[in-house]
C-alpha cells in the first residue's frame, strides 16, 4: 500500500469516523479535513501514527488546495448533514455543500488526482418514485437546498470526470445509522434521536403521521462498500443508491424500538416538517451489479447496537 494518505474530508463525522477507522484498519495513511461543526475529536483514534487532523473548512479554496496536496484518493463527506438545516440556512449550507465540492473537484484537476468518492443523497429524487423502489434514473426533483447542492455537487463531479479525467463513484445514501451519529440536535438522524431518548424515558416528537418510509441502512454495511469503490480498478459513470430496498415507517420503527427496551417515552406529535420526502426505498439493483454486498445488517441487531443490552 502506498503510503500517501487518503483524504477524507467530514473525518470527524459519523460516517467519515467509522470510514477513519477501517481505512487505518486496513494499513492506509489518513488525512481528515474537518471544520468540527457535527464532527467530534472523540470520534478520532488520537494519537495513531498514520493519522493527520487538519481543522479548516471546504469552503476555503486555498486550504483544500493545500490539504489534497500529497494525497492519492479523496473521500469528500464534509457537508451540513442535516436537510432541515439547509431549509433555514440555504447560503451557510450552500457554501460547505456545493463550494466545498466545487474546491475539491479543482484542487484534485490541479494537482492531477484521480479517485474521489462522494456523498450523495436520496434526497435528490424529491418525492419522484414514491411507492416504489427508486432506481438510479428516477426524475430528480430536489425539494430542498441540501438536495439541490448534493444534485449540482454530482453534475459538476461528472463534468471533472469527463474533462479532466477525475474517477469519481458517486453514492447516494439513503438513510444511514450507528453508533457515533450525533444525537444532539433536533436536526439528527431519526434514529439517533428516537434511541437516544427512548433509552433516558424522555418525551420523543413525531413530525407527521409517523406513515413516512425511510430505507435504514447500518453503518457497517455502508462502509465495506466504500472501501471497495477506493480500490476498485475503475470506476463506471453514474450515482449508485445505496440502500438496500427496504422501507421501515417511523411508527414501525417505534414499535421496534419498543420492543427492544420493553416501553416507549411519551411520542408528542407535531406538523410534517417542510421539504420532508414522504416514502423512500431504494433499488438496490445498480449497487449489486457494481459491489459486494455483506448479508445486512437486521433492523433489531442496528437499533440493538444503539440501546445496549435491554
Ligand atoms: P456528520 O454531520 O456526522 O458528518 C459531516 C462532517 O462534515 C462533520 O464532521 C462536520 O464537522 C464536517 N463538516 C461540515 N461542514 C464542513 C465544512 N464546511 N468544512 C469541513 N468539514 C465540515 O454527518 P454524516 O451523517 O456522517 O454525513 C456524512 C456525509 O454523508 C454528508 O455529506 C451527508 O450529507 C452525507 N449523507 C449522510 C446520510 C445519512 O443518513 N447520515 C445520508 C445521505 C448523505
Ligand atoms: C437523512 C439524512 C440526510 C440524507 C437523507 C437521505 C441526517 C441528519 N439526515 O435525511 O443527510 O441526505 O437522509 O435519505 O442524517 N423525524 C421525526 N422526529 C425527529 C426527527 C426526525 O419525526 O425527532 C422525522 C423527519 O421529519 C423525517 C424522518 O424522521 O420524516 C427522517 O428524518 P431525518 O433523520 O432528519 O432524515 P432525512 O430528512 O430523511
Given at each position: 500500500?502506498?503510503?500517501?494518505?487518503?483524504?477524507?474530508?467530514?473525518?470527524?463525522?459519523?460516517?467519515?469516523?467509522?470510514?477513519?477507522?477501517?481505512?487505518?484498519?486496513?494499513?492506509?495513511?489518513?488525512?481528515?479535513?474537518?471544520?468540527?461543526?457535527?464532527?467530534?475529536?472523540?470520534?478520532?483514534?488520537?494519537?495513531?501514527?498514520?493519522?493527520?487532523?487538519?481543522?479548516?473548512?471546504?469552503?476555503?479554496?486555498?486550504?483544500?488546495?493545500?490539504?489534497?496536496?500529497?494525497?492519492?484518493?479523496?473521500?469528500?463527506?464534509?457537508?451540513?448533514?442535516?436537510?432541515?438545516?439547509?431549509?433555514?440556512?440555504?447560503?451557510?449550507?450552500?457554501?460547505?455543500?456545493?463550494?466545498?465540492?466545487?474546491?475539491?473537484?479543482?484542487?484534485?484537476?490541479?494537482?492531477?488526482?484521480?479517485?474521489?468518492?462522494?456523498?450523495?443523497s436520496a434526497a435528490?429524487?424529491?418525492?419522484?418514485?414514491?411507492?416504489?423502489?427508486?432506481?438510479?434514473?428516477?426524475?430528480?426533483?430536489?425539494?430542498?437546498?441540501?438536495?439541490?447542492?448534493?444534485?449540482?455537487?454530482?453534475?459538476?463531479?461528472?463534468?471533472?470526470?469527463?474533462?479532466?479525467?477525475?474517477?469519481?463513484?458517486?453514492?447516494?445514501f439513503f438513510n444511514i445509522y450507528?453508533?457515533?451519529q450525533?444525537?444532539?440536535?433536533?436536526?439528527?438522524g431519526v434514529i439517533?434521536?428516537?434511541?437516544?431518548?427512548?433509552?433516558?424515558?424522555?418525551?420523543?416528537?413525531?413530525?407527521?403521521?409517523?406513515?413516512?418510509t425511510r430505507d435504514f441502512v447500518?453503518?457497517?454495511?455502508?462502509?465495506?462498500?466504500?472501501?471497495?469503490?477506493?480500490?476498485?480498478?475503475?470506476?463506471?459513470?453514474?450515482?449508485?443508491?445505496v440502500g438496500?430496498?427496504?422501507s421501515l415507517?417511523?411508527?414501525?420503527?417505534?414499535?421496534?424500538?419498543?420492543?427492544?427496551?420493553?416501553?416507549?417515552?411519551?411520542?408528542?406529535?407535531?406538523?410534517?416538517?417542510?421539504?420532508?420526502i414522504?416514502?423512500s426505498?431504494a433499488?438496490?439493483?445498480?449497487?449489486?451489479?457494481?459491489?459486494?454486498?455483506?448479508?445486512?445488517?437486521?433492523?433489531?441487531?442496528?437499533?440493538?447496537?444503539?440501546?445496549?443490552?435491554?
Amino acid at each position: 500500500m502506498s503510503d500517501l494518505p487518503v483524504l477524507v474530508t467530514g473525518g470527524a463525522g459519523f460516517i467519515g469516523s467509522h470510514l477513519v477507522d477501517a481505512l487505518l484498519a486496513r494499513g492506509y495513511s489518513v488525512r481528515v479535513l474537518d471544520n468540527l461543526s457535527s464532527g467530534k475529536l472523540d470520534n478520532l483514534p488520537f494519537g495513531h501514527s498514520r493519522l493527520e487532523l487538519i481543522e479548516g473548512n471546504v469552503a476555503d479554496a486555498a486550504q483544500v488546495r493545500e490539504v489534497v496536496a500529497g494525497c492519492k484518493a479523496v473521500v469528500h463527506l464534509a457537508a451540513v448533514a442535516s436537510v432541515q438545516a439547509s431549509v433555514i440556512d440555504p447560503v451557510g449550507t450552500h457554501r460547505s455543500n456545493f463550494i466545498g465540492t466545487l474546491n475539491v473537484c479543482e484542487a484534485m484537476r490541479e494537482q492531477g488526482l484521480r479517485r474521489v468518492l462522494f456523498a450523495s443523497s436520496a434526497a435528490v429524487y424529491g418525492n419522484d418514485g414514491e411507492g416504489e423502489a427508486i432506481d438510479e434514473d428516477t426524475p430528480k426533483t430536489p425539494l430542498t437546498p441540501y438536495a439541490a447542492d448534493k444534485l449540482a455537487s454530482e453534475h459538476y463531479l461528472d463534468f471533472y470526470r469527463r474533462q479532466h479525467g477525475l474517477e469519481p463513484a458517486i453514492f447516494r445514501f439513503f438513510n444511514i445509522y450507528g453508533p457515533r451519529q450525533d444525537p444532539s440536535s433536533p436536526y439528527s438522524g431519526v434514529i439517533s434521536i428516537f434511541t437516544e431518548r427512548a433509552a433516558k424515558g424522555l418525551p420523543i416528537t413525531l413530525f407527521g403521521d409517523g406513515e413516512q418510509t425511510r430505507d435504514f441502512v447500518y453503518i457497517a454495511d455502508l462502509i465495506g462498500i466504500l472501501l471497495q469503490a477506493l480500490e476498485a480498478p475503475q470506476i463506471l459513470p453514474g450515482a449508485v443508491n445505496v440502500g438496500l430496498n427496504r422501507s421501515l415507517s417511523l411508527n414501525r420503527l417505534l414499535e421496534e424500538i419498543s420492543a427492544l427496551l420493553g416501553s416507549l417515552p411519551e411520542v408528542r406529535r407535531d406538523a410534517a416538517r417542510p421539504g420532508d420526502i414522504r416514502h423512500s426505498q431504494a433499488s438496490d439493483r445498480r449497487l449489486r451489479q457494481r459491489y459486494r454486498l455483506p448479508e445486512p445488517t437486521p433492523m433489531a441487531a442496528g437499533l440493538a447496537s444503539l440501546l445496549g443490552p435491554a
